[in-house]
């Protein structure tokens, strides 16, 4: 039997409860899961109780490492195609409060904006999803499958002890989740995004002898050394390019060195950020920045040394996949322009749901990207609805 779009949405407006919407972003913004350190545990309990009332079941805690906790729980039947929806709980810090206009985990509501940590990525988009499924309900609208949760921990360093412990558990369980599709529910302005970029962390530090700054042709000069480094980085041919994401990037982070100013630097270190596109691998850019280091050693006597801190590989799906269909069904439904699938700049928990259990995953939430990570972060009650 085929679904009538026009009337569903028609109905979930009429029962969506607008303050309600708006009360459970606010309540989700105040409670604060900066990481690191991380602690979702409050949150997970707060999500926990509105699920419970909404009729999940197998609500189920996974905790990792204490205070690092993950939600996962159902709603719907057995019969006919699951889908999962992940999310996470955790938000990068916020920085100095005093350069908020409104204080970060206030959650004020002003201009039709909530404003805090985490408004748009992503406690905004926990919230749309409980007044749906409150709305869908209200409706008396049944689900012809499973929805399955996951409110994840950790997302904000790479998933370790979030996604990555779930697709882990699934992969190792005879009854681990089997899902159709799914949908990762970080912030595209509700554009549907189809691939994302991985990435690489590394440190490099170089070495030199250390000496009095005035005399210093018995030393050398490690900063110096760097800066040879710095340059032959920044002056990398990149040869892959995606047609959504671009090309590759590569971003110099931090950089220290030195004991004191009338000393020769023995050392210097700096971390850069290498982003991925889709046909790229972590392993093949490890391999591109440990060659720069080897042309180096050989040309002007570099000792550079590199260190992968974390990686994230990209993923991709196609842009013609049916649950991208399904997206685009239902922002016409709504009335929104058509848009083509696009590229998230960023890395996701998408990856986990792609490259290991093989279900195929569009990103789409809530929220404008820009408004991620920023202060003043905020988003709009309009697309929230």
């Known amino acids: ?58 609500l189920r805690r996974h905790e990792p490492a204490p205070r690092r906790v993950s939600l ?38 002003h201009e039709g904006r909530i404003w805090g940590r985490g408004a748009a990525d992503m406690k905004g988009a926990f919230a749309s999803l409980l007044a749906a499924i409150d709305a869908l309900q209200r409706a008396g609208i049944r689900l012809r499958g499973r929805l399955h949760l996951q409110a994840v921990a950790d997302e904000e360093m790479l998933g370790m002890l979030g996604t990555k ?45 250390s000496a009095h700054a005035s005399t210093p042709h018995l030393g050398v000069n490690a900063i110096t050394k760097m800066a040879r480094v710095i340059e032959a980085l920044e002056a990398l041919p990149f040869t892959a390019h995606h047609p959504l994401l671009g090309p590759p990037t590569l971003t110099v982070a931090t950089i220290q060195g030195g004991e004191k100013a009338n000393m020769v630097p023995d050392w210097c270190r700096i971390t850069l950020d290498r982003r991925l596109v889709p ?38 799906i196609p842009a013609d996949t049916p649950m991208v269909q399904v997206v685009q069904a239902a922002r016409a439904a709504l009335g929104l322009e058509p848009v083509a699938p696009g590229g998230f700049p960023g890395g996701t928990d998408a990856r986990f749901l792609i490259r290991q259990l093989g279900v195929p995953t569009v990103i789409l939430g809530p929220g404008d990207l820009a408004q991620a990570h920023t202060t003043n972060e905020s988003v709009a009650v309009e697309e929230l609805e």
């Open 72 to 109: 996962t729980g159902d709603w719907g039947g057995s019969d006919g195609p699951t889908l999962i929806w992940n999310g996470h709980l955790d938000v990068v810090p916020a920085g100095d409060p005093t350069a908020w206009r409104f204080p970060p985990f206030a959650a004020h509501l």
């Open 1 to 58: 039997m085929a679904i009538d779009l026009q009337e569903v949405t028609r109905q979930v407006a009429r029962h969506l409860d607008r303050a309600q919407l708006v009360a459970w972003a606010q309540e989700l913004i105040r409670i604060d899961t900066t990481n690191p350190p991380g602690n979702e545990a409050p949150a997970v309990a707060w999500l926990e109780e509105r699920l419970e009332a909404l009729g999940f079941t197998h």
């Open 165 to 209: 412990v779930l697709v882990e558990e699934a992969r190792g369980e005879p009854a681990g989740v089997r899902a159709d599709a799914a949908i990762c529910g970080e912030p595209t302005g509700l554009r549907p995004m189809v691939a994302a970029r991985g990435l690489l962390w590394a440190q490099i530090t170089t070495v030199g002898r």
């Open 279 to 316: 046909g790229e691998t972590v392993e093949g850019a490890r391999q591109e920045l440990e060659g720069v280091l080897a042309r180096l050693r050989d040309e002007a006597a570099v000792d550079a040394r590199l260190e992968v801190l974390e990686a994230a590989e990209p993923s991709e």
